[in-house]
């Protein structure tokens, strides 16, 4: 299953990971995802989130796979732009929606959830270690697709930015700049300096 998408045992890959609020709307968040085999992956997320109490509370999460660096952004800055609206994303088979703009999804049910405490350089953290197995897996747009510096680019720098951390934002930029077509990079452009960050 797992497999279909790149997904390779022992490897961390990043997903946009998409869950229903308490509320019915849509919350999105970037995230590593820990392949254990074809059909199970852990999360860590951090207690408190959104996402661990929607997954909590529905017991189900879907994993985005996009090459889309803007789409991947706005999902990683959420807390300084809109949230994702219910026109970007139709529902699983779980009760998760997944995003309309991705490349594929993987929807997972939530296994078991162990808790820990973190203390590294961003200070310490409380995280909750989610085991979920896939139940769904569908491909909405063809693989494979050529992979793009600036897309790695824009994932360093969304989590950078989530993280408070702009060191190396103006050395990311001139590779999404250098390596992105023109128009998907103006897109970028836009989208950061409508921030308030």
Not at 50 to 60: F, K, P, V, W, Y
Not at 96 to 109: G, Q, S, T, V
Not at 149 to 163: K, P, W
Request: charge should be positive; include cysteine.
């Amino acid at each position: 299953m797992l497999s279909e998408l790149g997904f390779k045992k022992g490897s961390v890959v990043e997903c946009i990971v998409t869950t229903y609020n308490s509320d019915g709307s849509p919350n999105a968040a970037p995230m590593g995802v820990y392949t254990l085999g074809d059909a199970e992956v852990v999360l860590k997320l951090h207690r408190g989130s959104d996402t661990l109490a929607n997954i909590s509370r529905e017991g189900c999460a879907v994993l985005n796979i996009t090459y889309d660096a803007l789409l991947f952004l706005k999902s990683a800055l959420l807390k300084y732009s809109p949230e994702v609206s219910h026109s970007e994303v139709s529902r699983s088979k779980l009760n998760a929606p997944y995003l309309k703009a991705a490349h594929a999804y993987a929807a997972i049910e939530a296994k078991a959830v162990k808790s820990y405490s973190l203390s590294d350089s961003l200070g310490e953290s409380h995280i909750s270690v989610l085991k979920g197995m896939v139940k769904e897996v569908k491909v909405l747009k063809p693989f494979p697709q050529a992979p793009c510096r600036g897309f790695f680019a824009a994932v360093e720098l969304a989590i950078d930015l989530s993280r408070g951390k702009r060191e190396r934002e103006e050395q990311l930029k001139r590779i999404m700049r250098r390596t992105l077509p023109a128009r998907e990079y103006r897109e970028i452009e836009e989208f950061l300096r409508s921030l308030n960050i």
